[in-house]
């Protein structure tokens, strides 16, 4: 019986990866005309060294040549973009959202529209991100008429969306506010632990059963599993994607043996447990948001899960820095193919956009290369999602790209420096993104 309803449920599945992948290949009006865009350092996103001094034409949406400044040439009529001094990244692509709860004035089910799961695709892409998947939380329905839509080039410019449903014991999984707008056991996400007692455990004969069913129908397993021992065993039973670090506790050589043998993918989501950048009074992460956010973050000093405040560092905060560094490079070093995600919508508060630069800066602290970060913002993840036109600059992609006024492989925190973004070689307009959204937020 268990069995029927699961093969059932991958039934649906296979048309959802189908109509994904279509969303892959197409999504909005390409911009026509060749521009040559010249004097910048291109970082292609492969890891291979930067262009100093590059150039690359965009034509009809796409990239059509790179290289060297002079040693590329662009079609006769061509416009010219003088990007000297600056450098050119391609967008990031994030593996690890939940589309469409925040409201800024209210967080649940009730704000799922179409026009807030475009809104916070838009706050991903004024912060330089081409592509977003929201994980196991959002109504499948909804979803794939907006996939449809945003292909069709119905909506302006923003992150190309991708979604998963989500698979949960009964009474267990996403938070009852998410179960909400969801639609039951249709799922590639697995809440495998208890989330801190507070729900039930998926037992290993189910999630052994989802994994070897998800693999029958060539579709990936995203495992939320946070403890030692749950990590070990959805590792070992073959999920390919962890969320999550393990918290609490240090990697042991058995399992780093795992990750050797098995080489998930890895969405760290270490932002989520840290101080949000708004307590910091820095303007990056609070220029899009409306002030009655920020101040009410500010003004939050308790801790709370999941809540973000700006209160005093949790006492358990020294453990939690002390068993990062310990686990992150050995993951890393072990295998664990690591991707951008960062559960930014997952509660008030956490927001679109800034939450991927907090991340990529927080692995180069605990001892990542620059450069393998952008790797793991850019070209592994749309490897992972299976996006063969995203995640680096190069010919025949998608000309999505952050054009950054100063370099990233100097100081990962350059990520923030953004002079402009373009998707599909079409400039997006972030002063006039700006200014509505600071419109919205004066009149709330
Ligand atoms: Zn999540």
Not at 148 to 176: C, I, V, W
Not at 411 to 439: E, H
């Amino acid at each position: 019986m268990r069995r029927l309803k699961v093969l059932a449920c991958w039934l649906v599945f296979t048309s959802i990866a189908s109509i994904a992948s279509i969303a892959a290949r197409s999504q909005s009006r390409p911009a026509s005309g060749a521009v040559l865009y010249e004097g910048a350092r291109v970082i292609i996103g492969d890891g291979s060294a930067p262009v100093e001094d590059g150039a690359f034409v965009v034509q009809n949406g796409r990239i059509s040549a790179v290289g060297r400044k002079g040693a590329v040439t662009a079609p006769a009529g061509s416009a010219r973009v003088d990007l000297t001094g600056k450098t050119v990244m391609p967008a990031m692509v994030n593996v690890h959202v939940h589309i469409g709860y925040e409201g800024y004035t209210s967080w649940g089910a009730e704000n799922h529209t179409p026009q807030n799961v475009l809104d916070h695709l838009q706050r991903e892409a004024f912060y330089g991100v081409g592509a977003t998947q929201s994980v196991g939380s959002s109504p499948t329905d909804q979803m794939i008429q907006f996939q449809k839509d945003q292909q069709a080039g119905k909506f302006s410019p923003a992150a190309r969306l991708f979604f998963m449903p989500g698979m949960a014991p009964p009474g267990g999984g996403p938070d009852a506010v998410l179960r909400v707008a969801t639609t039951a056991l249709r799922s590639v996400k697995i809440w495998v632990d208890d989330r801190r007692g507070t729900y039930p455990k998926m037992t290993p004969e189910v999630y052994d059963a989802v994994i070897d069913e998800a693999h029958k129908h060539r579709m990936l397993v995203n495992a939320h599993a946070t403890t030692l021992p749950d990590q070990k065993a959805v590792v070992r039973a073959g999920a390919d994607v962890l969320v999550h670090m393990v918290q609490g506790e240090k990697l042991d050589d058995e399992y780093l043996a795992l990750l050797k043998e098995k080489k998930p993918y890895w969405a760290t989501v270490i932002g989520l447990g840290d101080r949000p950048g708004v307590c910091e009074n820095d303007p990056f992460f609070e220029e899009a948001l409306p002030a009655k956010v920020v101040s009410t973050i500010r003004a939050t000093v308790e801790a709370r899960p999941l809540s973000p405040s700006c209160g005093p560092p949790s006492p358990n905060a020294p453990r939690r820095e002390e068993i990062l560094a310990y686990n992150f490079p050995r993951m890393i070093s072990s295998g664990a193919r690591l991707v951008l995600g960062t559960d930014t919508g997952i509660h008030s508060g956490h927001t679109f956009g800034t939450g991927d630069h907090h991340e990529l800066a927080r692995w180069v602290q605990l001892g990542l290369s620059p450069a393998d970060a952008i790797v793991a913002a850019t070209s592994r993840p749309a490897g992972l999602l299976g996006i063969t036109d995203m995640g680096a600059l190069a010919v025949g992609k998608s000309a999505d790209f952050v054009v950054l006024n100063a370099n990233p492989l100097e100081n990962i925190r350059n990520t923030r420096k953004i002079a402009s973004v373009y998707l599909r070689g079409t400039k997006l307009d972030r002063d006039a993104m700006l200014a509505r959204w600071k419109q919205a937020g004066a009149s709330q």
